[in-house]
């Protein structure tokens, strides 16, 4: 009888134990790699994101992280500990983590001791308000596992609440952290988990809210997951409490929602095959970050913020605002690859906060709910440039989506907007004035005391010319009399008042007296990027900024390194900013430039890689190639870097959905073989092109995908001096035309798409070329890479323009270097133009010229 006992009450125990083990723990499931998934040794201090519509896990690659229910910070210093057997000795995570694999739906975190391997997977559903960490557990010995984090509850910076609580629900597994009106909770916890801290009443304590996990036999833990869940928001607790419980109740499901959702996003927008696979990465990681930046906030609405990153013992997760510049410079880049839906809520989102007279707001708190953020803060109509950027990217809107309701719907937000910009032109010369309007391309020092800067100005332009276009499209006759006098005047005023033909360049801006600050600075690439300035002059000045003392080895400096206020790492004065170099690459391609732009375009593209994985950086050194300690890791306009001018540079990718025409004008290097470029939108329209490169033939099949014909002009740039022979289009010789420009010999041709795909070929004599140059930098690298400044062609002569540093060696790769008859300041050795930079101060950029005659070709 006793041993019958015996074995029953071991089956009982047995049993308990295992139920306990499945309602505890789930079945692991395969964390699948994504094409564009990223992989390398984790670094613990360097940033890691997980964010959604709702929800945001902003950390280090340590695992340690802060969580945000928008627009609530809910903990922060969220970390993992583990204790071996009955060892009473924590091994911290940071000691121990080793690798990182970052997927758009997931990022794992491996932590790897000598007796166990511990996998944290982070998951941040896309539409709810909490993240789930998957933990898979492979131990030899029993293992602990101590979760550890500080309860914050904080509305975002610049609301505040007092009165926090916290203490462990042994009910739901989870420290509930609340306040006393009841309008504000958090949960954190696990279903494995029991709770360790004594909180006191009323307060928040000092020292960590920590619960652990015990994994007894981890055997039986070996194939399963340990789920943790944080949630949080305002409202009634019970609706925290649910969401919890729902995303424990299937984190598989969550998972392959996001996958599905991450998937979706690629396949839906424009997606793209080049010889080099770090821009094709760069681009896709360039979708998730501006998708992880649009936020629905339950008081606010759904809109774009500006970035992300970490806010640490402050109130703000890095630029993670409403900001209405921000939102449309990065609409520009969402509408290159099709992301219409997105624009228009930003466009209507942004809508709301205009103000009576008709500026758009610059910024907006997501704690707005909380406190009276336009009453009492200064910030949110501080910026001038917003409300012709508005205008601008409302008029991007409507050419690349077709979509004439909405602008329509808009106009008198339109007409408000654009009657503000003309009354801040006090002194009537046509463009808007800094004084009056607010800030523009600076926001402090010694150069915001100007009249007008070349920022706004280009910006205030680009707009007169979209209200002219506008009225001219919705058939608004008698105000477009108006739009169109004003933009004329505006345009004129640009190219009078900020050429300085004595340094040859578009100046940064001009005083109240009319004169010239001299200061050559990218701001002005903003207005070439429109072609808003004359050819010569804009070719001139770009030149002026490929020179080392703007351009480095990882972007453009706000200004230039000779300049008497230049500092490496002030924000406005000297800093490199990956938003600033995107204007500047897609300038440099539209005034066909590509040997300058190739570069710039590839230092943002690696920015990408070099700190938080798959995303690009807000700001860097003007000096060495690091980022300053509070640069935001996520930043949108940034990521635009990767996109802008990859789409409508080196692609040459635009179309008017509302003509029903596009255009294809590539800047591909001549070692470019082949090209796939996937669903490029037109509006309804969409289609797919394939590019293909041989020593005598360029052949490019288009695809209709979707949509009505359309007429096609089809570019591209090739090397100078290239012979087209001739064009053929489904088989018939075809007319085209041949533009001679300064780097590049450019044939077009144009032809009528239907719904059945289509091939043109161009038969071509090839030349001699020069390759781009390839930047190969490091992280704390100084500026040491090759410049190329210009390059013409004379008749028979290639004269090339670079710079270098004093006394060191570079080479150029070139192709069909048979052509070659007589060099002059280099030497020929296997294909590639050697040469040595001439002597002069030690670090010093010198100039240097190579002149290469051809034979008759």
């Known amino acids: 009888m006793k041993k019958t006992f015996i074995f029953l009450m071991s089956l009982f125990l047995a049993f308990n134990f295992l139920y306990s083990e499945e309602k505890d723990s789930i079945p692991a499931f395969k964390i699948e790699k994504s094409a564009i998934s990223l992989e390398r040794p984790a670094k613990p201090g360097t940033p890691f994101n997980k964010s959604g519509r709702r929800f945001a896990l902003l950390g280090d690659e340590s695992g340690s992280f802060e969580a945000w229910a928008y627009p609530l910070k809910l903990l922060r210093s969220f970390q993992f500990s583990f204790f071996t057997g009955t060892s009473t000795r924590p091994i911290n995570a940071g000691d121990i983590v080793r690798r990182i694999s970052v997927s758009p739906w997931a990022t794992t975190l491996t932590y790897t001791y000598q007796s166990f391997t511990v996998k944290a997977t982070y998951i941040t559903p896309v539409f709810e308000p909490g993240a789930l960490i998957l933990l898979h557990v492979d131990s030899s010995v029993p293992l602990t596992i101590v979760c550890g984090f500080l309860p914050v509850l904080q509305p975002m910076w610049p609301a505040g609440i007092g009165g926090q609580y916290a203490y462990w629900n042994n009910e739901i597994k989870a420290y509930v952290i609340s306040e006393p009106t009841g309008k504000n909770h958090a949960l954190a916890g696990s279903p494995a988990a029991s709770g360790l801290s004594y909180t006191p009443a009323h307060m928040l304590s000092d020292a960590p809210s920590e619960f652990k996990i015990e994994i007894k036999d981890p055997e039986k833990a070996r194939n399963r997951f340990i789920p943790l869940c944080i949630s949080g928001g305002q409202g009634k607790r019970d609706q925290v409490i649910a969401v919890y419980k729902k995303l424990l109740e299937n984190p598989e499901n969550y998972y392959k929602k996001n996958k599905e959702y991450y998937e979706n996003l690629s396949q839906n927008t424009l997606r793209l095959t080049t010889p080099d696979p770090k821009i094709d990465l760069a681009f896709e990681w360039a979708k998730i970050t501006f998708d992880n930046l649009m936020v629905d906030n339950p008081e606010l609405g759904e809109g774009m913020t500006a970035g992300l990153g970490a806010s640490g013992t402050s109130g703000r997760p890095g630029f993670g605002w409403f900001f209405g510049g921000d939102a449309y410079i990065n609409s520009l880049s969402l509408l290159s690859y099709g992301a219409y839906e997105s624009v228009k809520k930003i466009l209507a989102f942004t809508q709301k906060w205009q103000r009576d007279d008709g500026k ?230 539209k005034h066909h430039m590509p040997l300058n732009g190739y570069p710039l375009l590839l230092s943002t593209v690696n920015h990408t890689f070099d700190n938080a994985l798959g995303c690009v950086t807000e700001v860097f050194s003007g000096i060495r190639n690091v980022w300053p300690q509070e640069a935001v890791p996520q930043q949108g306009f940034s990521a635009a870097g990767a996109v802008l001018p990859l789409i409508r540079g080196l692609l040459g990718l635009e179309a008017d959905a509302l003509m029903r025409t596009f255009t294809f004008a590539p800047h591909f290097p001549g070692n470019w073989d082949q090209v796939e470029i996937k669903n490029y939108k037109a509006g309804d329209a969409a289609f797919s092109f394939s590019y293909k490169k041989e020593k005598n033939k360029i052949t490019l099949d288009v695809i209709p995908e979707k949509g009505e014909k359309h007429t096609m002009t089809f570019s591209p740039c090739l090397a100078k001096g290239t012979l087209i022979k001739h064009v053929m289009v489904n088989g018939k010789e075809t007319s085209f035309h041949v533009f001679d420009r300064r780097q590049v010999t450019q044939v077009e041709l144009e032809f009528t798409v239907h719904d059945e795909p289509l091939q043109a070929e161009l038969s071509i004599e090839p030349c001699f070329e020069v390759l781009p140059v390839t930047p190969e930098v490091k992280v704390g690298d100084m500026d040491s890479g090759m410049k190329i400044i210009s390059s013409h062609t004379e008749e028979q002569t290639v004269i090339l323009k670079v710079e270098g540093i004093s006394g060191k060696n570079y080479s150029l790769n070139t192709l069909h270097p048979e052509f070659i008859d007589k060099i002059k300041g280099a030497s020929l050795e296997s294909g590639q133009l050697r040469f040595k930079i001439p002597d002069g101060s030690p670090g010093e950029f010198i100039t240097h010229t190579i002149v290469i005659e051809l034979n008759k070709q």
């Open 360 to 589: 758009m707001a610059h910024e907006l708190s997501q704690a707005e709910g909380y406190i009276d953020w336009w009453k009492d803060y200064p910030y949110g109509y501080i910026h001038g440039d917003t409300t012709p950027y508005y205008i601008a990217a409302m008029y991007d809107y409507m050419r690349l989506s077709g979509d004439t309701a909405f602008i329509e719907k808009s106009w008198p937000s339109l007409t408000k907007a654009y009657d503000w910009c003309l009354s801040t032109d006090k002194n009537r010369d046509g463009l808007m004035d800094n004084g009056p309007a607010g800030l523009g391309a600076l926001e402090y020092g010694a150069l915001t005391g100007i009249e007008t800067d070349i920022y706004l100005a280009s910006v205030w332009v680009r707009a007169a010319y979209a209200m002219d276009e506008i009225s001219r499209i919705l058939s608004k006759d008698s105000f477009r009399k108006k739009a169109s006098m004003n933009f004329e005047k505006a345009k004129q005023a640009f190219n009078d008042r900020f050429w300085d033909p004595e340094n040859h360049f578009y100046a940064y801006a001009f005083n109240d007296k009319g004169e010239k600050v001299k200061e050559i600075s990218p701001w002005n690439a903003v207005g070439l990027m429109w072609d808003l300035g004359e050819y010569e002059k804009s070719r001139l000045t770009l030149e002026r900024l490929s020179s080392s003392e703007l351009t480095t080895d990882w972007g453009i400096r706000s200004i230039s390194r000779n300049s008497e206020y230049f500092q490496p790492l002030n924000y406005n004065y000297g800093a490199v900013w990956p938003f600033l170099t995107s204007w500047v690459t897609t300038a440099l391609y």
